[in-house]
């Protein structure tokens, strides 16, 4: 799995991979299977044959010839140092095999409410959400308590029910900035999406498209032609990017976007991402900026 660099005026700093003061976790207590994502089947619980003795990754150079397109993509928010230094302290799994199989228990659950921070912080960075900044603010207290539960009390914590009551702080997020996209729309100057309620964009011609404000919540963007395309106050919580071409495209001010996600996708010089994402190393060259 990639370790995502930060600058110390990333917002986002804490919620940033840094697999060096984690235990592997995800090359072990995740399980994934033979696809174009992974050459070859693994159970949860089970460490990667990649996994090397000091918990870095054999291949990591070359994960992506290597066929693990899904490990390249992946990135814990965080999870994994919180749960390898805080949450047990330093004692890793290996050391202490009687707490692997509870740890890789934790670990997924530690990553979803990491996810979640990631979220409410851009919601609540936005001008846009003002109206629900104190409920974001609310939100985030709760859900970084969580973070903090002894590891019993994790995983009995219903994430699920959590995961709701939080999203429907999202969703009205989501609305409250794509509702200033539609003044900047330019009509009639450029390609305006259709069926954005199918959510099914899989190799869809977008170059060029005036996206802008557009809902692709869970939306399937996957091998996807998105050159040169204005996705500026889009919603992308959950939408499949892999493989789709970024390049030109403006994601500045998009809501929701996170590393995995740009990752997964095809990119340019000219791609624009928001300041507090990294420009990914298979793609060429340096990033536009804001």
Request: hydrophobic letters at 40%; a neutral charge.
């Amino acid at each position: 799995m990639t370790n995502q660099s930060a600058t110390t005026d990333n917002p986002f700093l804490h919620l940033t991979a840094d697999c060096q003061n984690c235990f592997g976790l995800c090359c072990a207590a995740l399980p994934f299977a033979t696809s174009a994502d992974f050459p070859f089947n693994k159970d949860a619980g089970i460490p990667c044959p990649n996994l090397e003795a000091d918990y870095r990754c054999g291949v990591h150079e070359s994960l992506r010839g290597d066929g693990f397109l899904g490990c390249a993509a992946y990135d814990c928010f965080g999870a994994g140092q919180k749960v390898s230094q805080l949450t047990y302290g330093g004692n890793d799994w290996k050391k202490h095999p009687t707490v692997a199989a509870e740890m890789f228990q934790v670990f997924p659950l530690m990553q979803q409410l990491h996810e979640l921070l990631y979220y409410l912080k851009q919601a609540r960075f936005r001008e846009e959400a003002e109206p629900i900044y104190k409920d974001l603010e609310i939100a985030l207290k709760k859900t970084a308590e969580l973070t903090k539960l002894p590891p019993a009390a994790s995983i009995s914590l219903d994430i699920h029910a959590h995961r709701s009551s939080v999203n429907e702080l999202l969703l009205q997020a989501s609305k409250l900035v794509r509702a200033t996209a539609a003044n900047l729309h330019k009509k009639g100057k450029e390609k305006q999406i259709q069926g954005v309620r199918k959510r099914d964009f899989i190799g869809r011609h977008l170059q060029g498209a005036d996206l802008k404000g557009v809902d692709f919540r869970g939306a399937l963007l996957i091998a996807a032609d998105l050159r040169d395309s204005d996705m500026r106050m889009a919603d992308m919580i959950g939408a499949d990017f892999r493989g789709a071409d970024l390049s030109g495209a403006d994601l500045r001010g998009s809501l929701f976007l996170t590393q995995a996600q740009v990752n997964s996708a095809k990119g340019s010089a000219r791609t624009k991402l928001p300041a507090f994402l990294r420009f990914p190393d298979h793609w060429s060259q340096s990033p536009d900026r804001e």
